[in-house]
Nanobody, 124 residues
């Protein structure tokens, strides 16, 4: 079983940057694709970006392309989400998920292990 812990959230002004981290333990990290989802108040959770097991490919939704970059370090059991040019509409709880199936994550329907989430708040 994989345990995931997110960190790096916080309050930032519009146009600012944050880097989120997702730290894994308890499993073979390289066996899992990793995704980031977010949930804003009063809205459903939405898929943001995902990266394959090896880190060779990634996919992001249009609203964050060019602003958010996902990467991973399998030696450290970590995945990062670098976010730049943040906007108030990016405000949400961001959660990472581990799934052996990358396609399921990209489809927005992962079946795996979730972290508890980290709050990102962007002020205007």
């Amino acid at each position: 079983q994989v345990q995931l812990v997110e960190s790096g959230g916080g309050l930032v002004q519009a146009g600012g940057s944050l880097r989120l981290s997702c730290t894994a333990s308890g499993g073979t990290f390289g066996n899992y694709a990793i995704g980031w989802f977010r949930q804003a108040p009063g809205k459903e959770r939405e898929f943001v970006t995902a990266i394959t097991k090896s880190g060779s490919r990634s996919f992001s939704v249009d609203s964050v392309k060019g602003r958010f970059t996902i990467s991973r370090d399998n030696g450290k059991n970590m995945v990062y989400l670098q976010m730049i040019s943040l906007q108030p509409e990016d405000t949400a709880v961001y959660s990472c998920v581990a799934d052996v199936n990358y396609g399921r994550i990209v489809a927005g329907n992962p079946s795996g292990y979730w972290g508890q989430g980290t709050q990102v708040t962007v002020s205007s």
